[in-house]
């Protein structure tokens, strides 16, 4: 039996070092702190979901250093784009690129055992004051995207579903979205998502709604160690 583990918004920047203290004292040596904590849970039969705003670089070849770090962990690594992702340009360019273990979710699905995780980025939800005519264009391609995740799941089989987000799957005042709609359709049973900080992780939704259970895992929420979602068996129920 493998575990499967999520953890978002390691904000890495090994090129360029970034002290993430200034958004809090608990951030001080937060990138060793996380590395030391996926090698003490994470085995080599398991599955480590990034959630998101993986590194501070723009460019790839400053983001590799952070990859390069995140392909010595042990298992296999999923990793989904954050808003601040902005060395990961190029799907090809970063897979030919990385460590074989490093596995990218983008517009498809990854099964892992009996378990199939689909999502994708996301962006902020309607119902929000401060959501703009261009945060309605972005969102409404970003539920697309989110969409084709879901869909590329036809005909493969499985037993279990996550949803694998960085933006929260609600608005603030955690009302429904097309984004909850979605993972109702497909029967999800989890969804972990990340992007909230600080005083901002109070605004996320945690726990069971219309059967699934949702869980914010960016990493100062969990404080900076990845946590268990689901297990896989090898093969498919
Ligand atoms: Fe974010
Ligand atoms: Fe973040």
């Known amino acids: 039996m493998s575990r499967i583990f999520a953890i978002g918004d390691p904000h890495l920047s090994r090129a360029r070092p970034k002290p993430m203290d200034v958004f809090g004292d608990n951030w001080a040596g937060h990138d060793e702190r996380i590395f030391a904590a996926c090698r003490e849970l994470v085995g080599p039969d398991d599955l480590l979901i990034l959630a998101g705003?993986?590194?501070?670089?723009?460019?790839?070849v400053d983001a590799l250093l952070d990859?390069?770090?995140?392909?010595?962990l042990p298992g296999t690594k999923l990793l989904l784009k954050g808003n601040h992702d902005f060395w990961w340009s190029s799907r090809a360019k970063v897979e030919r690129a990385v460590h074989e273990s490093i596995r990218l979710l983008q517009n498809d699905s990854f099964?892992?055992?009996?378990?199939?995780?689909?999502?994708?980025?996301?962006?902020?939800?309607?119902?929000?004051e401060w959501f703009t005519d261009e945060d309605e264009k972005i969102s409404r391609r970003e539920v697309e995207r989110i969409r084709l995740s879901f869909e590329s799941l036809a005909g493969r089989k499985y037993s279990h579903l996550i949803a694998a987000l960085h933006y929260p799957p609600m608005n603030s005042r955690h009302e429904g979205s097309e984004v909850t709609e979605l993972l109702e359709h497909y029967g999800v049973e989890t969804c972990i998502y990340g992007h909230l900080h600080g005083d901002g992780i109070a605004a996320g939704f945690v726990g069971e709604r219309n059967g699934i259970r949702y869980r914010l895992v960016s990493a100062d929420s969990i404080g900076f160690r990845?946590?268990?979602?689901?297990?896989a068996k090898p093969g498919v129920l």
């Open 53 to 60: 705003d993986i590194s501070w670089a723009t460019r790839l």
């Open 67 to 72: 990859l390069e770090d995140i392909g010595k």
């Open 111 to 128: 099964l892992f055992g009996d378990v199939a995780i689909a999502g994708g980025r996301g962006w902020t939800l309607p119902g929000d």
């Open 226 to 231: 990845p946590v268990e979602v689901a297990h």
